[in-house]
């Protein structure tokens, strides 16, 4: 996973005042899980995200574990380049695509063959759709 950083630059005019203020929103997105079961969540979930958005999650569980789970809500919008969900069966996106999931098409219960599954979501601005919601939970028969 790469870290992101922003950088301010504050340009002032001749005046001398000191002081200034300056504030900024994060929204959590992407990261690593290795609890038993959890919930993944698009950043401002069930409110669309106010900027492009790109995340990744890893889930993984204890070996000898497979992953079940399942998209509780999705509503991705029209575009399925511009605004998807992927899941991949394995600890990174060069692992099988498990499926690419958009507009708000809800697929059956997704099981993994692995005790990973990596979870890619892209919002790009000024699409439709809220975004989307799932659970994950470990379960016996993983390799």
């Known amino acids: 996973m790469s870290v992101k950083s922003q950088f301010v630059l504050v340009k002032t005019d001749a005046r001398s005042q000191m002081n200034f203020t300056i504030s900024y929103n994060t929204h959590q997105c992407g990261g690593i899980s290795k609890r038993q079961q959890g919930y993944i969540s698009s950043p401002n979930f069930p409110n669309k995200p106010s900027k492009t958005v790109e995340c990744a999650w890893l889930v993984k569980v204890d070996n000898e574990q497979a992953i079940n789970l399942t998209i509780i809500d999705i509503n991705l919008g029209s575009d399925c380049e511009k605004s998807f969900?992927?899941?991949?069966?394995?600890?990174?996106p060069t692992h099988p695509r498990i499926g690419k999931y958009c507009h708000d098409t809800k697929p059956e219960t997704i099981i993994s063959q692995s005790n990973s599954l990596w979870v890619e979501y892209k919002w790009e601005a000024g699409s439709t759709g809220t975004g989307f919601k799932l659970k994950y939970e470990a379960m016996a028969g993983g390799e």
């Open 85 to 92: 969900l992927s899941v991949y069966n394995g600890a990174l």
